[in-house]
Every structure is written in C-alpha cells, then in structure tokens.
C-alpha cells in the first residue's frame, strides 16, 4: 500500500480567502505531496501524495492551520472518524 501514490480528499472548515491559503501554505511545504487543489467554494482540499506519506501526516498538517476537518478519503474511500 506504501508503493504507490494516493490521492487523500479532505472536507475542511473554510470561511473566507484566509482561510483557503493558510491550507494552501501548509501543503505547499509539506515535503512528499506531489500536487494539491484547496477549494474555498468546495470545502475541499485535494492531495496527491507520494508513496510513504501518509493519509494521517496529511490530515495532521492541515489541522495544524486550527480548521476542522469534518471528513477525509483516501482513494475515494471515506476514512471513519477519529
């Protein structure tokens, strides 16, 4: 499962711009994403992740920007809450 990529599907809490590009500013330095989409009008952020990070590294990372994530996938598949 670590051999290949992953795409992780968050639906994060986002208000306003601010919010959007704090999330973005943290993907953006998180070493191991390949390629990400945040959507302010979608409540989503899309990641691409290399093979080895993580779905819970990911979700880490972005809950750092203090927005809620209400729920996440991986591959499409909804990952039960924590």
């Known amino acids: 499962m670590a051999d290949q990529e992953h795409t992780y599907t968050f639906n994060v809490a986002m208000s306003c711009g601010g919010c959007s590009g704090a999330v973005t500013r943290v993907l953006g330095k998180l ?5 990400f989409t945040v ?13 080895g990070l993580e ?4 979700l880490d990372t972005i809950k750092k920007t203090g927005k809620k994530v209400n ?3 991986i ?7 924590e």
Do not use: F, H, I, M
């Open 31 to 35: 070493e191991g994403v390949n390629s």
């Open 39 to 51: 959507s302010l009008e979608d409540q989503r952020a899309v990641v691409v992740a290399q093979p």
């Open 75 to 81: 591959d499409a598949v909804r990952v039960a809450d």
């Open 55 to 58: 779905y819970k590294t990911v």
């Open 71 to 73: 729920w996440g996938e």
